[in-house]
């Protein structure tokens, strides 16, 4: 009887070695993961500090606001890297409609210098430039038209060379007019050339001013140049609008407002001012077609319909170098905001993973006293253990 319940005594021992060796094993693994310097599992051990008393359950708290911090922040950097690459791509667009208005400033010119016989070489120039213009407004940026405002599915510019006739001998036909007269178009906010109405009954005959619309528009709608199926404010059934200029939250309560659409002023100057410069280049080219050798060929001075246009192309070039000026400004000041912002919110990216790597840092010194003496205690029980398996093979035997 007494054998029976030694064997059942020294079962019992070996059942609690067992689980202590379980619990130190354990908590061996967890300390050697410590050595890296940061509390082991986190978020929950900091749970597990607080609740044996190792570390603040303030602990736990300060460390979740670090991690929203640097959610939110990161967040906000990647909308920013999103608006600052299309910021540069509107930067290059614009030095490169830049450059077309100084190009085709030269080439007016030019004109008023040079005789019939270049007329047809300048047709070719400007042409070339309208499309280069239609490429720049249409180019995309993953599926979105940059200079399309909300447009996915729908170029904001259509065939700008397809919006007069051709060949020139077609020129002389436009005798209407759609705007107001003086130094250029409405300058007011809102207003294009398809919304400006005729205020003056003292209009040279030749069109200053071109516009699709077939009648005064008194609306508020695109000019005529964008695609029919973007004008005006009301947002298309593809859910597309040439009005919505993009914009994006670069942090908290900070929307900001960095895109560029095709129907800016300083476009529409560069776009109308070419397509006067084409229609008095048209009308000259017509007009010297019609002239009866031995007659001397007329100079574009001479020609009294291509004269308004011409004149009329030289303001509205002139006033897109200025409009297209102000929009670099514009778009450089975004780059800039988005810049500081951006610093910012890395500031904060830092700071935040600072702060939670002190509250989630260990003593490095401790914890591999502490691993020691787990060892230390792991092998006095694995000593424990054997003996008591000893003994009970001894008391079996007998």
Request: charged share 15%.
């Amino acid at each position: 009887m007494a054998s029976g319940l030694g064997g059942v005594t020294n079962y019992a021992q070996l059942l609690d070695i067992q689980r202590s060796l379980s619990n130190q094993n354990e908590e061996l693994s967890g300390l050697q993961k410590e050595l890296g310097g940061t509390r082991r599992d986190g978020f929950v051990g900091l749970a597990r500090a607080s609740l044996n008393g190792e570390g603040f359950g303030s602990d736990t708290v300060r460390i979740q606001q670090f991690r929203q911090t640097t959610a939110e922040s990161t967040i906000y950097i990647r909308a920013i890297d999103s608006a600052d690459y299309r910021t540069d791509l509107y930067s290059k667009s614009l030095d490169g409609l830049n450059s077309i208005a100084k190009d085709i400033k030269a080439e007016i010119i030019k004109t008023q210098s040079l005789g019939p016989a270049a007329y047809s070489a300048q047709l070719g120039i400007v042409t070339g430039a309208l499309t280069r213009i239609q490429s720049i407004l249409n180019q995309t940026d993953g599926q979105r038209y940059l200079f399309g405002g909300s447009s996915y599915n729908t170029p904001p510019v259509q065939a700008l060379n397809s919006l007069d006739p051709s060949p020139p001998s077609a020129m002389p036909v436009y005798a209407t007019y759609t705007g107001q007269p003086g130094e250029g178009p409405p300058r007011d906010v809102g207003q294009t050339y398809a919304n400006a109405v005729q205020t003056s009954s003292t209009l040279p005959a030749a069109a200053i001013f071109r516009s699709d619309s077939a009648t005064s528009q008194t609306t508020d709608v695109a000019p005529g140049y964008i695609t029919p199926a973007l004008r005006g404010q009301i947002i298309n059934t593809s859910g597309e609008s040439i009005a919505n200029k993009p914009s994006v939250y670069i942090d908290d309560q900070l929307n900001m407002q960095y895109g560029i659409t095709a129907s800016e002023a300083g476009f529409q100057n560069l776009i109308n001012g070419l397509r006067n410069y084409k229609i008095a280049l048209g009308t000259a080219i017509n007009a010297n077609a019609a002239v009866v050798p031995p007659a001397q060929p007329q100079d574009i001075a001479a020609i009294p319909a291509a004269v308004p246009f011409l004149a009329q192309a030289t303001v509205q070039v002139n006033r897109a170098l200025l409009d297209i000026s102000s929009l670099e400004g514009v778009n450089g000041g975004n780059q800039a905001q988005l810049k500081q912002i951006r610093a910012k919110h890395e500031s904060l990216v830092d700071a935040s993973k600072e702060g939670a790597s002190a509250i989630e840092a260990v003593d490095t010194g401790d914890v591999s006293t502490r691993i020691k003496a787990i060892q230390t205690s792991l092998e006095a029980s694995y000593v424990t253990t054997r003996q008591i398996l000893d003994l009970s093979l001894v008391k079996f035997l007998r």
